[in-house]
């Protein structure tokens, strides 16, 4: 979800005001994929690289990820499942605030009943230290590294693999999101920052894997 910052500048606002509005489109996106029927949506909301920004610019994104797992009714109006992929809480690198953890084990907890369409969220998340993670618990259960065996031991195993991966912004890049998952996708590069990704945005997206 890139963007924010430059769509905020482009308006004379702080770069948090466009983190604000960011988290409000995805929010009204949620909405309009579950009328698409997507089943899996998985969003980059903070990276394992993202902890040097300023620190008032890294707490209003924790904040507005308080607010984002948050969203229960709204989640639970819309029988979406909410999930999160990061460095496990446990681990020493971990960086997540207990705050935020908190409010991430609430959201999965009170919609694990949903049966639609499962909202994965990303934070505190690099995919070179899931596959790391990923090896590492095979390699202390026993296991014979393979394919399977990393795939088994994903933050998220049950995430099938990526159909279409949208980056915004014109940013022409992966930077460390799901390398392992995305291995067939197809790729939806698009100008428009984050707050201004919307339903036809992501129809266009969608009509890459479904024509
Ligand atoms: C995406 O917007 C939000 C996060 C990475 C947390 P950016 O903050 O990257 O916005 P730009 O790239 O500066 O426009
Ligand atoms: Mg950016």
Same mark, same amino acid.
């Given at each position: 979800?890139?963007?924010?910052?430059?769509?905020?500048?482009?308006?004379?606002?702080?770069?948090?005001?466009?983190?604000?509005?960011?988290?409000?489109?995805?929010?009204?996106?949620?909405?309009?994929?579950?009328?698409?029927?997507?089943?899996?949506?998985?969003?980059?909301?903070?990276?394992?690289?993202?902890?040097?920004?300023?620190?008032?610019?890294?707490?209003?994104?924790?904040?507005?990820?308080?607010?984002?797992?948050?969203?229960?009714?709204?989640?639970?109006?819309?029988?979406?499942?909410?999930?999160?992929?990061?460095?496990?809480?446990?681990?020493?690198?971990?960086?997540?605030?207990?705050?935020?953890?908190?409010?991430?084990?609430?959201?999965?907890?009170?919609?694990?009943?949903?049966?639609?369409?499962?909202?994965?969220?990303?934070?505190?998340?690099?995919?070179? +230290? *899931? /596959?790391?993670? =990923?090896?590492?618990?095979? @390699? $202390?259960?026993?296991?014979?590294?393979?394919?399977?065996?990393?795939?088994?031991?994903?933050?998220?195993?049950?995430?099938?693999?990526?159909?279409?991966?949208?980056?915004?912004?014109?940013?022409?890049?992966?930077?460390?999101?799901?390398?392992?998952?995305?291995?067939?996708?197809?790729?939806?590069?698009?100008?428009?920052?984050?707050?201004?990704?919307?339903? +036809? *945005? /992501?129809?266009? =997206?969608?009509?890459?894997? @479904? $024509?």
């Amino acid at each position: 979800m890139d963007g924010n910052g430059r769509w905020a500048r482009r308006r004379g606002l702080p770069r948090t005001a466009g983190h604000t509005e960011g988290e409000e489109n995805l929010a009204a996106l949620v909405r309009v994929a579950v009328t698409r029927d997507v089943g899996w949506l998985t969003v980059f909301g903070f990276s394992t690289e993202n902890w040097v920004r300023p620190r008032t610019e890294v707490r209003h994104i924790l904040g507005l990820h308080k607010k984002l797992f948050g969203r229960v009714a709204e989640l639970n109006e819309l029988n979406v499942r909410i999930e999160w992929m990061g460095r496990p809480f446990d681990s020493p690198d971990a960086r997540t605030p207990k705050y935020v953890q908190q409010a991430i084990r609430k959201a999965i907890h009170d919609t694990r009943q949903n049966t639609g369409m499962v909202l994965t969220v990303a934070f505190d998340y690099g995919s070179r +230290a *899931e /596959l790391v993670h =990923a090896a590492d618990q095979a @390699r $202390r259960a026993g296991e014979t590294i393979s394919e399977q065996t990393i795939s088994q031991h994903l933050y998220v195993p049950d995430l099938p693999p990526v159909d279409v991966l949208v980056r915004t912004s014109g940013e022409l890049r992966i930077s460390n999101f799901m390398l392992w998952q995305i291995v067939g996708a197809r790729v939806y590069f698009t100008d428009r920052p984050w707050p201004e990704f919307d339903a +036809a *945005e /992501l129809d266009r =997206a969608l009509a890459l894997v @479904r $024509r």
